[in-house]
């Protein structure tokens, strides 16, 4: 079975980039959720954040990300897609389906799935996902135990690190952690703190709608 989405992605150039030594780290606690640009259903709330379905956050800034930890919790139907490297050269994303989790590479608006791992759907309970990337090697954890290993010989440099919840129920997220990161000067982070208007919540390039043009669809999954 194979699975393929993409999201089409505008991500504005980055300017000052420096490295970070010290782990970027998200614990959700300020409901303005500085650094991060989101639609009107993704909130902060009792220290966790909570994505409506059709909805999105992306943080902002050039995280290479040696090491993504996010805790993940949602009870489904639906689907969960973590991307991350987001800029013009592509993007990753682990996407939670109810019947597997995929690992997929995007390249010039084009997907293809480097692995996938069956399971048996959300529990509702906490979950705690790592994705680790050494020199074009991948490894995806869930709960500690390695679900997912692939290689990728042409490994994509550092970007934005995205959320997006599709189907019937909300998705909550918490303790996010980037080991290895990279972030930003003041040109985007000012830009990615200015306030949101409702009427301009999705980014230009950017559609919390699944799947976009040109990727395969929602009903072709459906009918496996």
């Not at 389906?97 to 995929?102: G, H, L, Q, W, Y």
């Not at 599709?166 to 918490?174: K, L």
């Amino acid at each position: 079975m194979r699975f393929a989405f993409i999201i089409v992605i505008a991500i504005m150039p980055l300017t000052a980039v420096f490295a970070q030594d010290e782990p970027s780290t998200e614990t959700f606690d300020d409901p303005s959720l500085p650094g991060w640009e989101r639609s009107p259903e993704a909130v902060v709330q009792e220290g966790v954040l909570s994505i409506a379905p059709g909805n999105f956050a992306v943080k902002f800034g050039g995280y290479g990300g040696d090491a993504l930890r996010l805790k993940v919790k949602y009870a489904g139907p639906g689907m969960v897609f973590i991307r991350y490297a987001m800029g013009e050269g592509g993007n990753y994303a682990l996407i939670l389906f109810d019947e597997a989790i995929v690992l997929e590479k995007v390249v010039q608006d084009q997907p293809s799935m480097l692995s996938e791992y069956p399971w048996n759907g959300p529990s509702g309970e906490w979950m705690q996902f790592q994705i680790t990337t050494t020199a074009g090697q991948i490894q995806v954890s869930l709960d500690g135990e390695t679900i997912i290993t692939a290689t990728d010989e042409q490994p994509l440099e550092g970007g934005e690190i995205g959320l997006w919840v599709e189907g019937e129920a909300a998705a909550q997220f918490d303790d996010l952690s980037i080991s290895g990161a990279e972030r930003v000067g003041e040109t985007v982070a000012e830009e990615a703190q200015a306030p949101i208007e409702e009427e301009q919540a999705v980014p230009e390039g950017i559609s919390p709608t699944l799947p976009a043009a040109g990727s395969v669809g929602v009903s072709d999954l459906m009918a496996e």
